[in-house]
């Protein structure tokens, strides 16, 4: 009796969130501008961390519903808002979410003090892609996951972000057989039947355009074939140009392919009862293409720049003419970025002038197999080629690069395969490399365009370079570091504008934060915030 | 000597009528005596239980037992002495026995003169009226012994409690509701009559629970040094009830130890008190008394923000105390304990 007493007295198990720590695995975390959130997968929720001038973290919880399976963070839309999109679907031995739906995406906007927006979904989709603008986004079935014994692929969810209250418009392909691989949204383009925004869907086969306006229209497929043979083809990205502002019957599209020698370029023409139709031109540019990008060169003219590295050689192509222009390279690159933008104002991302819409673009190009990158002036492309590119050697190959924000739009960073990484002027045409020291660097640009940020993951050294002087500074946090990132502060008034937020999941989870504007001794002082994830 | 007890007139009456009209007031005088006699065979148990039992009841019977009970009984033998209640046997066949109605709290028994009085209406195998009459009289006074509390003077406990905590912000630092401690206290005796002991002292306990609590370790310890007021009625020699309350001051430690927190830990001094209700078992012992209680009362400690912070800290890093809420490590709880009375 008595040992039945003490055992009344002490039972009632606390609450499961104490038992779960905040993750199994890898920390899923998302930047923001002024936040950061990540997953706490042992109490299913989603915490903001944002910091105070003071350096104090606030974290504030969003719970989740069911089992989390796919989410995204969308680029500023118009208004500057980024979001958090959240995709879950019903957890283990449950048939539906509490609201009778089978999967829901859920809306987080960490600036906005409003309450996540939810929306039921009629069926789980794992597959999330983003509108670069932040105004789209687009969910579909992702491997065998769809949401039920029978799936087809070819069902899209299409979210409207852009408004109040987001608008779920489910869309079926028109399908001849493929299944979507990769999803693009085109900017806004200016078509016979007016401004425009089209999803381009490449499945294994085809290519699909999806009209974004209001009133739904039929797809347009474009079948892909090299016009020789009968082999199918497997689309390996698109690019895509508006033409000229004033024309619009000029928007293009280059799809390249996996598997063929050919970009197939597609001209949205009129088209009756329609807002376009397809005209359809196949160019060989005598070897797989590794990158294609539309560009201008002399005198503004648009061309289709195709990188064929097993040709050590990039093809020039007249869209209208289909006459083409080869220009031998130093390496076999495979990646081609434009810079002009960068290079406008000088780096300062200052706006082009309105006659800069057509001058020549200048493209970066490099590959991860060579050390080495390549400016390539496409004013003098056409006419004289071998004067066009100008080499820049490096000590390694490199992985990608690193768009750095302005003041210094003119910069990336180059991040090495090995243990070095780079700084990149592309307006003096300079590269100063830096040494870590150790392989595994993981490279961040910051918010304020002042600084990149260097670490370790698994180790406690954080590396601050300043991209105007070039000076590292190093600071020993005493903490394993995870993942950094540089934030605008909560209340910026007072104290710090900018914060540093290293990241230590090791055990519970917990942050060091630093001053990332300060200089001198007051570089390294920091406030450390243990256990973000006790609260409720 | 049966022509003792029949009248003339009833000479002619038969056998069976004869016998029934004798037995009848022997069954009346037996019934009477069964219940008169059942709570002293309760506290026949007693005696056998507690050694001293015999002597409390000697003394509890008071001024108005003993006038009953025969004055000039001598001492009782060592049989009684060891508390054991030996039951009068019926006088053997031939003894002289008192005539009916005679007044044996007088002494006045006749061949008896340093025969203790039986203690126990000891009724049975059939005696005659006359015999149930003069038992029934002479133990008609103790009926029921009234049993003591313990005589120590001094008092020490040990003891385990377990307290129901149900503060939220308990929750880091145990899989369970309960805060388990160790009890030790020690007391004298300010105060004692037949049936009820008054002890003042102190009492000290401590206990700890450890969890963990998301990927770090929780770590609550807690220590108390109070002044203790405890009381003791005795329903029986064996089974009293207990009382006890207790203040004092709690001095209680959280921890919280991580991989990435380092070590956070808040000490505080809080008051507190306590009181408990129960029952206690006495065991007896050569010169000491042993006692076995449960009880179950409330804990009371006031809230106290939970708010961990670093150890040491330093110029170039501070640490933002991590906040739990308010805690309070008061509650309902019961306690066993086992007390030494010497």
């Given at each position: 009796l008595v040992l039945a007493l003490v055992a009344a007295l002490g039972c009632g198990e606390r609450d499961a969130f104490w038992n779960s720590p905040p993750s199994s695995g890898k920390l899923k975390t998302w930047a923001f501008p002024d936040a950061v959130a990540l997953f706490?997968?042992?109490a299913n929720r989603i915490a903001v961390l944002k910091v105070k001038s003071d350096l104090t973290v606030a974290p504030t919880f969003v719970p989740v519903e069911g089992t989390l399976v796919a989410s995204a963070v969308t680029p500023p839309d118009a208004q500057g808002l980024r979001r958090l999109l959240l995709v879950t679907e019903p957890g283990p031995g449950a048939a539906t979410l509490a609201d009778g739906s089978s999967a829901r995406l859920t809306i987080v906007e960490p600036k906005a003090t409003v309450a996540p927006i939810a929306l039921p979904l009629s069926r789980p989709l794992r597959g999330l892609a983003i509108d670069p603008e932040g105004a789209w986004a687009v969910l579909h079935a992702e491997g065998t996951s769809g949401g039920g014994l029978v799936v087809n692929p070819n069902e899209l969810i299409l979210v409207k972000l852009d408004q109040e209250v987001p608008e779920v418009r489910p869309h079926t392909l028109r399908s001849f057989g493929g299944k979507p691989q990769r999803f693009t949204f085109t900017p806004m383009l200016q078509l016979p039947g007016g401004p425009r925004r089209l999803l381009v869907v490449e499945t294994e086969k085809d290519v699909a355009l999806v009209n974004l306006k209001e009133a739904p229209e039929p797809d347009l497929t474009v079948q892909l074939t090299n016009g020789v043979d009968t082999r199918t083809l497997s689309p390996a990205g698109v690019v895509f140009t508006d033409g000229q502002a004033a024309v619009n019957d000029d928007a293009r599209l280059a799809i390249r392919l996996k598997n063929d020698a050919s970009v197939v370029l597609v001209q949205l023409v009129p088209s009756p009862g329609r807002d376009y139709g397809a005209?359809?031109?196949?160019?060989?540019?005598?070897?797989?293409?590794?990158?294609?990008?539309?560009v201008h060169t002399d005198g503004g003219a648009l061309a289709l720049a195709a990188l064929v590295s097993s040709r050590s050689a990039a093809v020039l192509v007249d869209p209208v003419t289909s006459v083409k222009v080869e220009v031998a390279l130093p390496t076999p690159f495979t990646h081609l970025a434009l810079v002009t933008s960068a290079l406008a104002g000088g780096g300062t991302g200052a706006a082009p002038s309105p006659g800069d819409a057509n001058e020549p673009d200048i493209a970066l190009l490099w590959s991860p197999s060579a050390p080495s990158v390549s400016f390539w002036a496409l004013g003098q492309a056409v006419g004289k080629p071998y004067r066009s590119l100008e080499n820049v050697q490096l000590t390694d190959a490199i992985n990608g690069l690193i768009d750095l924000p302005r003041p210094h739009l003119d910069r990336k960073l180059l991040a090495g395969r090995g243990q070095d990484f780079y700084l990149l002027d592309l307006t003096a045409r300079t590269v100063d490399p830096f040494l870590s020291g150790t392989s595994g660097t993981t490279l961040r640009a910051g918010l304020s365009g002042q600084w990149a940020w260097a670490f370790l993951p698994s180790h406690d050294t954080l590396a601050r370079l300043d991209l105007t002087t070039k000076h590292p500074d190093t600071v020993t946090l005493g903490r394993s570091i995870d993942d950094v990132f540089e934030i605008a502060t909560d209340d910026a008034v007072a104290g710090a504008s900018h914060a540093l937020l290293a990241l230590h999941a090791a055990g519970d989870l917990s942050a060091t934060v630093l001053d990332a504007d300060a200089t001198g001794s007051a570089w390294g002082t920091r406030q450390v915030t243990t256990s973000l994830l006790l609260g409720r | 000597m049966s022509e003792r007890f029949f009248p003339p007139e009833n000479e002619g009456e038969t056998i069976m009528r004869r016998t029934c009209r004798r037995a009848a007031p022997a069954s009346a005088c037996l019934g009477l005596a069964l219940i008169l006699a059942l709570p002293a065979f309760v506290g026949a148990e007693v005696a056998l239980a507690a050694p001293g039992a015999v002597e409390g009841r000697a003394a509890a019977a008071g001024p108005g037992a003993r006038e009953i009970s025969a004055p000039d009984v001598p001492p009782e033998p060592s049989s009684s002495a060891a508390g054991v209640d030996v039951p009068v046997a019926a006088p053997a066949e031939g003894t002289p026995l008192p005539p009916a109605g005679a007044d044996s709290a007088a002494g006045s028994v006749p061949g008896w003169p340093h025969r203790p009085p039986p203690r126990h209406p000891w009724v049975g195998f059939g005696p005659s009226a006359d015999q149930t009459s003069y038992v029934v009289e002479r133990n008609a006074v103790p009926k029921r012994p009234v049993p003591r509390v313990p005589g120590g003077l001094f008092v020490t406990a040990v003891g385990l409690r377990s307290t129901r905590v149900s503060s939220t912000s308990y929750q880091p630092f145990s899989e369970n509701k309960a805060f388990a401690e160790v009890e030790i206290d020690a007391g004298v005796r300010v105060f004692r009559d037949e049936t009820k002991a008054?002890?003042?002292?102190?009492?000290?306990?401590?206990?700890?629970?450890?969890?963990?609590?998301?990927?770090a370790t929780a770590h609550l310890e807690a220590a108390r040094a109070e002044l203790l007021a405890q009381g003791a009625y005795a329903f029986r020699s064996f089974l009293m009830a207990i009382g006890r309350v207790s203040a004092g001051a709690l001095w209680r430690d959280a921890r919280l130890v991580g991989e990435a927190v380092g070590n956070l830990e808040q000490k505080v001094w809080l008051p507190q008190g306590a009181a408990y209700l129960g029952l206690a078992a006495r065991v007896p012992a050569s010169r000491v008394d042993l006692l076995f209680s449960v009880e179950g009362?409330?804990?009371?400690?006031?809230?106290?923000?939970?708010?961990?912070?670093?150890?040491?800290?330093?110029?170039?890093?501070?640490?933002?105390?991590?906040?739990?809420?308010?805690?309070?490590l008061g509650g309902p709880g019961v306690a066993l304990r086992a007390a030494l009375l010497f």
């Open positions: 706490d997968e042992g005209a359809i031109n196949v160019v060989d540019v005598g070897g797989v293409p590794d990158d294609v990008a539309f | 008054f002890y003042l002292g102190l009492a000290g306990g401590w206990g700890m629970t450890e969890a963990p609590a998301r990927g009362g409330y804990a009371f400690v006031p809230n106290r923000r939970l708010r961990l912070g670093p150890e040491t800290t330093s110029l170039r890093e501070s640490t933002t105390p991590v906040d739990l809420g308010d805690l309070s």
